[in-house]
C-alpha cells in the first residue's frame, strides 16, 4: 500500500457514523493512513445557521512531496451539501503544512463515479487540493467536512443522515480528473446480535393516581423514569397519558441529553379534574422517542408534526414504573417521598413496543387529539430534583 521515499500520498475513506451500527462504506487511500476499521464515529458541531462540521480522527501522514494532488469526495443525500474539506492536525483546527482547503472539483466527481457506485439516495461530492510544500510523514490527523443542512434539520438529524454515506479520497493527477493510486473499498460493517425489541422508539406501561379520601384510605402515585443509553444522540421522550377508554388526556416532552435520567410524576401530568371531566385513576402511558430538535434552529421538543419523517423516530431511550402508596399530605407535589407515611412501593419495567405493532407516529400524534398542543413537561411534573 506505500512506496518508498514519500513518493506516493495517501487517503483514507471512512464510514461517517453516529452510532453503534455502521453499515457498508468504500474507502481509498491518499494523504494519509487508512484509519481503524471501523472508523471512530464522528465528531459532529454545529457551527452556525444551517452548517455543521463532522470530524474523522484516527488518521497519520504519510511522506509526500509538493506538487502531488489528493482528491476527495463524499457521496450524501438527504439534501445535505458539503461544502468543505481539510485535513487538519489531530485536536485542531490548523490544516496540515502542506495542505490547504480542498477545492469543489467536477472532474474528480466524475472519477468518483467511475470507481464506486454511491449508495442509493446519495451523490458524489468531490474536492482535489495540489500540496504548496512537503508533508511530514506520521503526523495524527483529522479529516474534516464541512456540510449545510436543509432548514430545519439540527445535529441529531445531520449526525444520523451520515450514517451510511461513502467518503472516498486517493491520489488523483494535476486536473484531479483521476485517481491514479491506490483506490479500494473495504466493509466497515459492525456485527450485530439480532434481539427482540432490545431498541424501539415505542414503550408502554401503566399508571394509576388516587387521592385519600372517604371511600378511600391511602394515595397512590406513579412515577416513570427514563433514561437516555446512548452516549451520543441528543433525544426527546413525548409522554402519552390516556384513561381507561383509549382517550388521550395528557401529553409532554422530556428533553434527554445522551446517559440522562429524568423522574416524573406522572400523575402531576394530569389536568385538573372538572366536574364533567373527573381525574382517571388509572391509564397507559406510552412513550414515544424522537431525536431532539435544535431549539437554536426554531425546533421544539415535542417536535412539530409537520417536520417528522420516520427517520425522525429512534430508540435508545429506556423506562421503569415506580408506583408508591403513602398516607398524609406531600410537601412536594411531585414527590410523594414527602408524603408522612410510605405504606407501600412497587416497580416494574415499561415494555419496548416493536414498530410493526405500535406504529411510532400514530402514538405521537394522539397528542395534537388534546385541545392544548404539548410542549416540555414543566419543573413541577419531576421528582427528586433530576430536572435540568
Known sequence: MMRSHGSWVKIAVALLSAAATIAFVGMAYACTSPPPTPPPPPQTIHLEGQIFSARITGYSTFGAERGQSCGCGLAIGGGIEVIGVQLVLSGTSTPVPGFGPFNPNPATTNALNALATPPAGTQWSAFSFQLTGPVQPNQPTDLVFTVQAPSGAGIAQVAKSLRTNLIGTGEVSQDGSEFIHHFATISTQVPTVPTLAEASPVQSGFYECKVEGRERKASEDTLLMLVNQSSTEFLCATVVLMDGHQKPVACGGVALSPEDLDEINLCQMLPPPTPTSPLP??????????????????????????????????????????????????????????????????????????????????????????????????SRVYAEDTFE
Open 281 to 378: 385513576q388509572a391509564g397507559v402511558v406510552e412513550v414515544v422517542t424522537t431525536l431532539k430538535g435544535d431549539p437554536a434552529l426554531g425546533l421544539t421538543c415535542p417536535p412539530d408534526p409537520a417536520k417528522l419523517t420516520q427517520d425522525s423516530f429512534e430508540g435508545g431511550v429506556y423506562g421503569w414504573i415506580k408506583d408508591v402508596v403513602f398516607r398524609g399530605k406531600k410537601r412536594t407535589l411531585a414527590d410523594p417521598f414527602t408524603a408522612s407515611n410510605i405504606i407501600g412501593i412497587g416497580k416494574t419495567e415499561m415494555r419496548l413496543v416493536p414498530p410493526e405493532i405500535s406504529d411510532p407516529s400514530i402514538v405521537f400524534n394522539k397528542c395534537w387529539e388534546l385541545s392544548v398542543p404539548p410542549s416540555l413537561l414543566p
